[in-house]
Antibody
Framework: QPQLQESGPGLVKPSETLSLTCTVS??????????WGWVRQSPGKGLEWIGA???????YYNPSLRSRVTISADTSKNHFSLTLTSLTAADTAVYFC????????????WGRGTTVTVSS | IVLTQSPATLSLSPGERATLSCRAS??????LAWYQHRPGRAPRLLIF???NRAAGIPARFSGGGSGADFTLTITSLEPEDFGVYYC??????????FGGGTKVEI
């Protein structure tokens, strides 16, 4: 199984934009059998689905976040990214990157997660 | 679709049996997965399609149910089984949702 590693800033200011990257090793993000996505966990709360992208370019987002989220990919670097705009304190969370089998929308591989705090 | 997990916390001894529940607000057929999340680690897929063990998952983990009621059973708990367990539905793609979790204390 591949390994997924999140990277990005640990602290961002309210109203700014968050950019996180997930680097995939031991597998290619161009394999059509998978989606690549993001899940987050706010302090003291459960897991929240953010969205996913397929190699074909198709993207799927949580309706509650759709207006602020973009998931993109750089196949030359074998990584994919999350952009979340107009941040508020409610976006403070641990962000996990994830792999989902195509047409089977559970997460079969997870990253360890990266903590993001939104604060001035 | 809202998933409700119970109990919130389960305190058991090694060797005991754990039964975790996940109830959906509407029928999700068998489109349900279970995950284990231990502190500082990546979550791990245990069960998919309600009852299929993921690769490498020990046989002491089993899942059951269909429609709106599901269970995860851990027979004979091992010390490494502590952590938080989450269910997730994927019947309503792309509006995936997770349950609130059950913490298993050893």
């Amino acid at each position: 199984q591949p390994q997924l590693q999140e990277s990005g800033p640990g602290l961002v200011k309210p109203s700014e934009t968050l950019s996180l990257t997930c680097t995939v090793s031991g597998g290619s993000i161009t394999i059509r059998s998978f989606y690549w996505g993001w899940v987050r966990q706010s302090p003291g709360k459960g897991l929240e689905w953010i969205g996913a992208r397929h190699y074909s370019g198709s993207t799927y987002y949580n309706p509650s976040l759709r207006s602020r989220v973009t998931i993109s990919a750089d196949t030359s670097k074998n990584h994919f990214s999350l952009t979340l705009t107009s941040l508020t304190a409610a976006d403070t969370a641990v962000y996990f990157c994830a792999r989902l089998p195509y047409y089977h929308y559970y997460v079969d591989v997870w990253g360890r997660g990266t903590t993001v705090t939104v604060s001035s | 679709i809202v998933l409700t997990q119970s109990p919130a916390t389960l305190s058991l001894s090694p060797g005991e049996r754990a039964t975790l529940s996940c109830r959906a607000s509407q029928s999700i057929h068998t489109d349900l997965a279970w995950y284990q999340h231990r502190p500082g680690r990546a979550p791990r897929l245990l069960i998919f399609d309600a009852s299929n063990r993921a690769a490498g998952i020990p046989a002491r983990f089993s899942g059951g149910g269909s429609g709106a009621d599901f269970t995860l059973t851990i027979t004979s708990l091992e010390p490494e089984d502590f952590g938080v367990y989450y269910c997730q539905q994927y019947s309503d793609w792309p509006s995936l949702t997770f349950g609130g979790g059950t913490k298993v204390e050893i």
